[in-house]
C-alpha cells in the first residue's frame, strides 16, 4: 500500500489510535508506544522516541590548507535534552578524491552511499558513531573534533542527529499500520529508522563543488543566498548587520556588472572586513555563517584581479536647477542642461561609498568626470566660452533640489518647502559650492561628443575623509549666450567618474 508521510500536527493529540489490533499511544515521557498482535498471535510492543528527546547543534570551524578545508565539527547536546546523542550523519561529496573523514578515538567515522541520500546527485553521508554506549554525548555536553577534509567548498544543508535508543522495526506483520506510525517513525529516527529520538539540523556541509563558484558573478549570487539562509536561521542575530553585510556584496555585484572586476574584488574585500569586524563572542555573526562566507567569498575574490588599472563608476544623482522656475525640480529628465535664459546649471553626485570600495586598499592616481554632449547651440561666440565645475557644501537630494532648495518637501506647489535645506543661487551668497572650481572647461561652437573634468583632488579628498555633498556645473560667466544639455543618468548616455587605481 501507499504511505504517504504526514506532517504530525493537532490530529496526532487525538491518540489512542486503533486499528486491526493495534494501538497507538503516547506515554508520560512523550515517546509514542505502538502494540499490536502479530500473525503468531503474540502480542508486540513498539516504543518510537518523539523528535524532541535530543537538543543536537552543530558548529564548525574551516581551516584552508593545502588545497583542501578541513571542516572541523562540534557536536553538542542541549542540557534539557532527554537522551543522549549517539550518531550524526553529515553529507559530504561522493566525488572528491581528497575526501576524509576522521573521529575521536571513541567513536567511529566513515563515508559513503547511503539511502537516507537516496536522489540526492553527488552526495555522500560522512557518518560518526559511537564505538561502545558509553561513549555517547550526554546532555549538556559536547564532542569535539568530528572532521571533514575536502576540496569542495561549503553550503547549507541537513545533519541528522540519533538519540541513543534501540533500532525499531515496523510491524511488517500487520498490513493496515496507519500512516501516523510511519510519520512517527521517520520524524524521529530518520530514514533506516536506525534509532531514537533523532533530530535534523542545518550544518555547514563540504557540498559545493569549486566549479560552480569559479565564475564570480553566479558566485556572488551563490554567496548572497548564504547570506540570506544565515540571517534566516539566525546565525546572524542582528538585522542591521545583515543589511550591511548585503550592501557591501551589492557593491560588488553591481561593479562585476558594470564589468569593473577589480572594483568587484575591492567590494568582496570590503564584505570580508565587515564580516570578520561582526564575528567573536558576543558579537552578531557566529561560527557556521562566518565560515560559510568566509570560505566562499575568499574564494571568488581570488578569481577577480588584484587591484589595479582602471575603474568605471556610475553617478548617484544628478539634476539640473532653472532660475526661472525656481521651485521646481528636473530630477527625472534625461539632460543636464547650461544656458544663459533662466541661468541653468547642473548638479551631480558620486557614490562616496561605491568610491571607497572600488579603490580598496590601492591609491588613486587621477580622477576624471566624463559627461556627452547631447546637444549644442552653437552659440558660444567667436572663440567659445567656459564652463565651470565647482565643488557643492551643502547637500541636496535628486528628487527635491530647485534653485531655492536643496530638498523641497513639496515641488509640487509652486513654493519653497525647505525650511532646513534652503540655499542661496543667486545674488551675493554666500552660495552653496568652494568658489575656485575644481575644473574648467572651455565650449566652443561645433564642439560635441565627451568632455572631461579632472576630478583627481576631490576624490582624493573624499577618500581621506573628508564629505563630499557633489558638484554644481555651470557657466563662468551666465550672461552671454551659450546653451549645451549633457546626457543625465537617465538617458543612453550617462556622466560617469573612472578611476585610475594602483594596488
Known amino acids: 500500500m501507499s504511505r504517504t508521510l504526514l506532517v504530525l500536527g493537532a490530529a496526532l493529540l487525538t491518540l489512542p489510535v486503533s486499528s486491526a489490533g493495534q494501538t497507538l499511544v503516547r506515554d508520560p515521557q512523550g515517546d509514542y508506544v505502538l502494540t499490536y498482535t502479530d500473525f503468531n ?11 524532541d528527546q535530543v537538543g543536537a547543534s552543530v558548529t564548525v570551524h574551516v581551516i584552508a590548507s ?12 542541549g542540557s534539557t535534552a532527554r537522551r543522549a546523542i549517539s550518531f550524526l550523519d553529515i553529507p559530504c561529496p561522493a566525488s572528491d578524491p581528497a575526501l576524509t573523514v576522521r573521529a575521536p578515538a571513541s567513536w567511529n567515522a566513515s563515508a559513503a552511499a547511503d539511502g537516507r541520500l537516496e536522489g540526492v546527485s553527488g552526495l555522500w ?8 554506549i558509553q561513549s555517547v554525548v550526554v546532555p549538556g555536553a559536547s564532542l569535539p573534533d568530528l572532521e571533514i577534509t575536502s576540496a569542495w567548498l561549503p553550503s547549507v544543508l541537513t545533519a541528522r542527529t540519533f538519540g541513543n535508543a534501540g533500532r525499531v522495526l515496523m510491524p511488517t506483520s500487520v498490513d493496515d499500520t496507519p500512516d ?50 544565515s540571517c534566516t ?40 572586513a565587515s564580516l570578520n569586524g561582526a564575528h567573536g563572542p558576543g558579537r552578531p555573526v557566529n561560527d557556521n555563517a562566518f565560515c560559510l562566507l568566509t570560505v566562499n567569498a ?25 532660475s526661472g522656475s525656481p521651485n521646481q525640480t528636473q530630477g527625472t529628465e534625461p539632460i543636464l542642461r547650461l544656458r544663459a535664459s533662466g541661468n541653468n546649471r547642473a548638479l551631480l553626485r558620486i557614490d562616496s561609498a561605491a568610491v571607497a570600495t572600488a579603490v580598496g586598499s590601492g591609491t588613486v592616481t587621477s580622477a576624471r568626470l566624463e559627461l556627452t554632449i547631447t546637444l549644442n547651440a552653437d552659440n558660444w561666440g567667436a572663440t567659445g566660452r567656459t564652463i565651470d565645475l565647482h565643488r557643492l557644501t551643502q547637500a541636496w537630494t535628486e528628487a527635491g533640489a530647485t534653485w531655492n532648495c536643496g530638498d523641497d518637501l513639496d515641488p509640487g506647489n509652486q513654493k519653497p518647502d ?10 551675493a551668497g554666500p552660495h552653496p559650492w568652494i568658489t575656485t572650481p575644481t575644473a574648467t572647461k572651455l565650449i566652443t561652437n561645433g564642439l560635441r561628443g565627451v568632455i572631461t573634468f579632472d576630478v583627481t583632488a576631490d576624490i582624493q579628498a573624499l577618500l581621506g575623509g573628508s564629505v563630499h555633498p557633489g558638484w554644481i556645473l555651470k557657466k563662468t560667466a551666465e550672461g552671454p549666450s551659450g546653451r549645451v544639455e549633457f546626457g543625465s543618468r537617465e538617458s543612453a548616455t550617462p556622466p560617469r567618474l573612472i578611476l585610475d587605481v594602483q594596488p
Open 233 to 272: 536561521l539566525g546565525w546572524i542575530v542582528d538585522p542591521s548587520t545583515c543589511a550591511a553585510l548585503g550592501t557591501r556584496l551589492d557593491q560588488a555585484r553591481q561593479a562585476l556588472s558594470q564589468g569593473n572586476a577589480t572594483g568587484a574584488r575591492a567590494g568582496v574585500e570590503s564584505f570580508l
Open 66 to 77: 593545502a588545497g583542501v578545508f578541513v571542516y572541523r565539527y562540534t557536536l553538542a547536546n
Open 298 to 322: 575568499e574564494f571568488i575574490r581570488d578569481q577577480l584581479p588584484a587591484g589595479g588599472g582602471s575603474v568605471t563608476l556610475p553617478l548617484a544623482a544628478d539634476t539640473y536647477l532653472r
Open 180 to 229: 501516523t506510525v510511519y510519520t512517527l517513525v521517520d520524524r524521529a529516527q530518520g530514514f533506516g529508522f536506525f534509532t531514537g529520538g533523532g533530530l535534523a539540523v542545518p550544518v555547514v556541509a563540504p557540498a559545493r563543488s569549486p566549479a560552480v563558484l569559479a565564475d564570480p558573478g553566479p558566485g556572488l549570487d551563490s554567496v548572497a543566498a548564504d547570506l540570506s539562509q
Open 418 to 427: 525647505c525650511p532646513l535645506t534652503e540655499w542661496e543661487m543667486g545674488g
Open 125 to 132: 553521508l560522512c557518518s560518526y558513531g559511537r564505538r561502545d
Open 41 to 51: 498471535d503474540t502480542l508486540r510492543t513498539v516504543v518510537i522516541e518523539a523528535t
